[in-house]
């Protein structure tokens, strides 16, 4: 069994412990030797694994997961991260509208500093890695809004936005407008951050430093 994988079960009791399901475990352990110095990655397997071995967990560890996880970036897995330790996650779209009414162009879309806030190596690859965690299943980017006061100030006087409806508003017949969205953690990514993102270790109260 993997040194990382010992390490995520060491404040499991021994009795707790069971085999894990092969379809979970045999695909989990060979992508587990293939991650290499991708530690954002190798936590996930890691944690996926001791929740697979973890009588209290085992139903949590789908398998599916491993799919995923080899789908994901390392900033991808960061933001799942930080998916699990905060609340709001506000991101804003910038258009182009006609003054006439006829239409609109999206200028900016899944705009957010979610990237910069989550520790990602390239945060301006932010609302491509949105896209992709939606495409799995993960998250939701929904049409909808929160609707406490100054929840988007910082996103619409960020300079990136500023100067994106500066350069709208000087277009002939067009002004910017902005859209706020939220983006939400589905079912099953609630599922995926109890079974892979947080330390298994931090069930039973010790530190997930490692």
């Given amino acids: 069994m993997s040194t990382k ?66 789908q994901l970036t390392p900033d991808e897995a960061r933001l799942m991260k930080y998916f699990s330790t905060e609340n709001l996650f506000p991101i804003i779209h910038v258009r182009a509208q006609s003054e006439d009414g006829s239409g609109y162009q ?10 910069e806030a989550a520790g ?15 495409r799995l299943g993960l998250i939701q980017m929904p049409e909808v809004h929160y609707t406490a006061p100054n929840v988007y100030d910082e996103l619409e006087n960020h300079p990136s936005i500023v100067e994106a409806r500066k350069q709208i508003d000087n277009l002939e017949s067009h002004k910017s407008s902005v859209e706020q969205r939220i983006v939400r ?18 069930l039973y109260g010790a530190s997930s430093e490692s």
């Fill in 5 to 70: 994988v010992a390490e995520k079960l060491s404040e499991t009791p021994t009795e707790e412990i069971v085999e894990p399901k092969p379809h979970v475990a045999g695909p989990a352990l060979e992508a587990l030797r293939w991650t290499g110095h991708e530690d954002s990655l190798r936590d996930l397997y890691a944690n996926l694994l001791a929740a697979s071995m973890d009588m209290k967990t085992a139903s949590m560890a789908h398998p599916s997961f491993v799919e995923i996880i080899k």
């Fill in 106 to 115: 999206d200028i900016l879309v899944n705009f957010s500093v979610l990237g």
């Fill in 120 to 134: 990602c190596e390239n945060p301006n690859l932010t609302p491509s890695y949105l896209d992709n965690l939606a």
């Fill in 185 to 202: 953690t589905t079912q099953l990514g609630q599922q995926f951050i109890k079974a892979c993102v947080t330390d298994h270790r931090d």
